[in-house]
């Protein structure tokens, strides 16, 4: 007797789109995606497996950090394919044994999602098969508030992913929402950011001639936010 496959094909999430829903149990509890998380951002992201090397330094580093990202109202959520009691040994053998830089007795405190079905990696388009077709690469999803994908950073098994971006692009997505801007190229808090193209002659001419505002040509229009 033939055995149909199943062909169902999956679109990948996009910006703009609302995050795919889903429950799923956690290290910290059931949670309910992303209506658990409404009026807070959400950084939600995949790695390959518990008990690999580049995936400890990601979650003691995301650890760390943790904080910080609290401070910006962000919420940290991990995902891999493997089980809860696998994730809950991992983590305690990360806090007891492992040193990394200068981080040690780190405390993995966000959630960290069980996935052995496979079926939330595969709704976030975290399962690629020409990378791995039963490991998740390493997917980051931006979340705003209202629980919209804003951003999408995807990398391979092998490159372990830089922090440092990542606490960047946040504050620039939320400093362009607050203040109706844009960010330059490596773009830090403080520094000058872009306004918006002029949409008509007068304001171009307007903007041309303020002092708030230093233009390079009408285009081209920068300012301070003056940021404390």
Known sequence: METLMDTTVVPLPRIGDKAPEFKAITTQGEINFPKDYVGKWVIFFSHPADFTPVCTTEFMTFASMEDEFNALNCQLVGLS???????????????????????????????????????????????????????????VFFIDPKGIIRAMIYYPLSLGRNFDELKRALVAMQTADKYSIATPADWRPGEDVIVPPAGSCGVAKERMQSDDVKCKDWFFCTKSLHLN
Do not use: C
């Open 81 to 139: 394919v493997d089980g809860l009691y696998s994730h809950i040994a991992w983590l305690r053998t990360i806090k007891e044994k492992i040193e990394f830089r200068d981080m040690k007795n780190i405390e993995v405190k966000f959630p960290l999602i069980e996935d052995i079905s496979m079926n939330v990696a595969k709704k976030y388009g975290m399962i690629q098969p020409g990378e791995s077709s039963t490991k998740a690469v390493r997917a």
